[in-house]
């Protein structure tokens, strides 16, 4: 599972440009099946200025005006770079050497051994997509060790070293705190499933990357769940001091975390440093919930067929996915409900388990008896969905995303239902003709 979340939104990469079409849709459903309200708006989604735009193209029927699609066109290209942050401005000169040649060599050189090609093509889409092989294979520092055998293979002391490099890109500014902290979640879980290997510099070293991930104010949901399960066991093997300076350094994240939801909205640079992502928008909008790997927290459902493929179902039952801060007591109003969302909340993925990716995945809660206000609004069910498909070649693209509700009034039932469809992909071609213009005079 560890490897299918850090997997979910990779598959896009290795696509160059493309378009696509877009309906979104909203209905609001009164009593007796009546239509209260509701719109449906139609996009094209094209490559313009090495950015995906969204751009509409009629709302309700109404076809939109070309200065409004130009003025929703600008808007757009703003926000994506605002969004982009400061990545274009750190992209480097790539070597006249096949990018997939350096990121061989370069990770024979490192590692001391050499990954298959399918990694190997993958790192170099990495690289092409951000401009620098170090920085491309340091964030599949994970998938490297997996492949070399796991730590038994490469070592736990340089399981941590080469985890480490992952700071050193966020320090000098080639990786942002974003991708570090995904980054981080798959070399973690290795790691802190065999801690028992660790020697006391070893030891030390673990404890190190924790100190780190606090200092560099990573978001405490990609690390501390690692740096908890570390620290009991730790205690359990008598190891107290080491238990006892995680615990303190996931309270400071748990803490930072907090102070920031408290100060609000943060300031332009924040957003710029901290929120950029190189996906396009409909990609990272169609993953409704990020949530990280929790050990124990997934079961086998069984096997089925989706899309003409065979695919494992698996469930997961979050137990902090709805948690962002520390709770203060039982009577604290958002902890309850923090809690009731937790325990109520089935999250069922279906995984095509030879490519490592999540075919459909569902929201599901089971109950919300637990929010308040209850005898004015009963909200009996909550779902949301979202499916991929394979619309160009062996890439993994999202098809359509689907969130749904009822809620029991006075008056009766009324059912909300939005939905977003992606179809017609295509590759975007340019085209052109000579003309004969006939002799110069």
């Known amino acids: 599972m560890a490897r299918v979340l850090d997997n979910r939104d990779a598959s896009w990469r ?20 009546i239509p209260l309200s509701g719109f449906r708006h139609d996009y094209e989604w ?21 200065q409004t699609r130009r003025e929703y066109e600008a808007d757009w290209l703003r926000q994506e770079r605002r969004r982009r942050g400061r990545r274009d401005g750190r992209r480097r000169t790539m070597s006249r050497r096949d990018t997939e040649d350096n990121v061989a060599i370069a990770i024979e050189r490192s590692w001391g051994a050499e990954v298959g090609e399918p990694l190997r093509e993958r790192i170099a889409a ?20 997996e492949e070399l055998g796991g730590v038994e293979a490469v070592g736990f002391g340089a399981a941590v070293a080469h985890t480490r490099d992952l700071f050193v890109m966020l320090e000098t500014d080639r990786l942002t705190a974003t991708e570090v902290a995904r980054a981080l979640r798959r ?54 001091d080491q238990a006892a300076r995680l615990d303190q350094i996931r309270s400071r994240l748990v803490e930072r975390t ?31 919930m990020e949530f990280s790997f929790e050990p124990g927290n997934y079961y086998f459902a069984g096997r089925e067929t989706l899309a003409g493929r065979e695919v494992v179902k698996i469930e997961y039952y979050p137990t902090d996915l709805f948690d962002d801060g520390p709770e203060s007591d039982d009577s604290d109003l958002g902890a309850r409900i923090n809690r009731g969302f937790n325990k109520t909340t089935l999250v069922t993925l279906w995984i095509d388990p030879e490519a490592y ?85």
């Not at 290795?190 to 006391?200: K, N, P, T, W």
């Not at 440093?273 to 993953?287: N, T």
């Open 357 to 441: 990716q999540i075919v459909k995945q569902t929201f599901d809660n089971t109950g919300l008896d637990f929010l308040p206000g209850r005898w004015l609004l009963r909200i009996d069910d909550l779902q949301a969905s979202m499916e991929m498909d394979q619309p160009i070649g062996n890439v993994w693209l999202p098809l359509r995303v689907t969130v749904s509700g009822r809620a029991t009034m006075a008056l009766g039932d009324f059912e909300v239902r939005f939905t977003r469809e992606f179809f017609d992909y295509r590759e975007a071609e340019t085209g052109g003709r000579l003309i004969d213009a006939g002799a110069p005079r």
């Open 258 to 288: 907090t102070e920031a939801q408290t100060a609000g909205v943060a300031d332009d640079d924040t957003v710029l440093l901290d929120s950029a992502r190189l996906e396009p928008r409909f990609i990272s909008e169609s993953y409704f």
């Open 187 to 240: 070399p973690l879980a290795s790691l802190v499933d065999r801690i028992d290997l660790a020697d006391a510099n070893a030891l030390e070293g673990f404890v190190e990357l924790a100190e780190l991930g606090a200092r560099f104010e990573l978001d405490r949901r990609d690390l501390a769940p690692y740096v908890d399960r570390a620290a009991r066991q730790l205690e359990a093997r008598g190891h107290d």
């Open 46 to 66: 094209y490559v313009r200025d090495d950015v995906v735009v969204r751009s509409p193209v009629r709302f309700d029927g109404v076809e939109i005006d070309e």
């Open 126 to 145: 990495d690289a092409n997509l951000i401009g620098d092989d170090q920085a491309a294979i340091t964030l599949n520092t994970g998938a490297i060790l």
């Open 14 to 33: 290795r696509l160059g440009d493309f378009i696509l079409r877009e309906t979104e849709t909203f209905e609001v459903v009164a009593p007796l099946g």
